[in-house]
């Protein structure tokens, strides 16, 4: 039996993978409980990447409009 490592079951998991690997690791998650829980985690994982969002604190939005307007009132001098 092979040993897949994440890096493989992720490829899996985004479609990235080629069908040879596909077909053995599809075969393994039909006999592997274990296996096939590790990716249903990976896969809520990406899942919960997808809808991820990150918002900029205000403070340091704040403090890169001062430099770009700085910047941009040095070189019109």
């Known amino acids: ?16 993978s080629d069908s040879v690997q596909d077909d053995a690791i599809t075969t393994w998650l039909a006999s592997d409980e274990s296996l096939k829980n590790e990716v249903e985690s990976m896969q809520q994982t990406l899942d919960d990447l997808s ?3 990150v ?22 001098v």
Do not use: G
């Open 1 to 16: 039996m092979h040993n897949f490592t994440s890096n493989d079951l992720l490829t899996y998991l985004t479609n990235e």
């Open 51 to 53: 809808t991820f969002s």
């Open 55 to 76: 918002i900029p604190n205000d403070r340091i939005m704040d403090t890169i409009m001062a430099a770009l307007r700085y910047e941009k009132n040095a070189h019109a």
